[in-house]
């Protein structure tokens, strides 16, 4: 939290009356650990004031306040104020939402500050997808849903963090919520270029079908000859398309 002293200590029968030229921000699909920086402009437009502070709301905020100064040198009173702030994604597949309070005696102003994670079908952290065949495996698996109603998601990242990459993938796959939640029909792809690991983790409601055995001849059909080679958008589109064949022949 911070509080600033009263520039005027002279007391005014209309109160002071704060607002800001932005009250809302959005940033969209940040990466885990990703920053971004906004910035605002306080003005009081009412009468003078003993108090001012500004703090952000919530516990364990995501947002914090780096800056806050008058916005123009040599300006009498420390309004107009502009405030500089950074907000940070701790994590994947959520959606946050911070507010910054700027009071001024008792009186409040509000902006609000929502980040937004949530995945896509293909989420290439590692950036080994080549562009065209990210097109190609994100209308695969957008048609798999429609037709099946099964959520596939590829993953690609640069460290398991310390992890097995059977907890790693365990923990997103439940972590994101994929597959619809009545019928557990959830794949998560998951790949490490660290460690040169990969895995496919499946929902209770496709285990059957998708068993460890057929897993186990994609990879040594598709993902390590392609792998190997660099080749990653080719191995997962293929991998992803003979699951696919999968599915709709056991809709039929």
């Not at 005027?8 to 940033?27: G, L, Q, T, W």
């Not at 009186?107 to 995945?119: F, M, P, S, Y």
């Not at 963090?161 to 998951?190: A, Q």
Request: aromatic share 10%; glycine share 6%.
């Amino acid at each position: 939290m911070e509080k600033d002293k009263p520039l005027n200590n002279k007391e005014s029968v209309n109160k002071p009356n704060p607002i800001v030229d932005r009250p809302y921000f959005e940033f969209n699909d940040l990466k885990k650990g990703q920053e971004e920086h906004g910035h605002f402009v306080i003005r009081n437009i009412g009468g003078l004031y003993s108090s001012f502070e500004i703090f952000v709301l919530e516990k364990d905020p995501f947002v914090k306040i780096i800056s806050s100064a008058p916005q123009h040198d040599n300006q009498p009173d420390k309004f107009p104020m502009k405030v500089c702030f950074e907000a940070k994604a701790e994590d994947w597949s959520r959606r946050y939402l911070n507010t910054i309070i700027i009071r001024i005696d008792n009186e409040d102003e509000k902006v609000i500050v929502e980040l937004d994670t949530q995945t896509k079908p293909v989420n290439d952290f590692a950036h080994i997808i080549e562009p065209g065949y990210m097109r190609k495996i994100t209308s695969l698996i957008n048609k798999i849903e429609k037709k099946s109603s099964a959520e596939i998601s590829v993953v690609t990242i640069e460290s398991l963090e310390g992890k097995t990459i059977e907890k790693y993938s365990n923990e997103l796959f439940n972590t994101w919520g994929i597959g619809k939640e009545d019928k557990n029909n959830g794949i998560l792809f998951l790949i490490d270029i660290n460690e040169n690991k990969y895995r496919i983790e499946v929902g209770l409601g496709l285990e059957k079908l998708i068993s460890p055995d057929f897993i186990s001849s994609l990879f040594n059909q598709f993902d390590t000859p392609y792998f190997k080679v660099k080749k990653f958008g080719s191995g997962i589109y293929k991998t992803i398309g003979r699951i696919a064949d999968k599915i709709y022949k056991s809709s039929k």
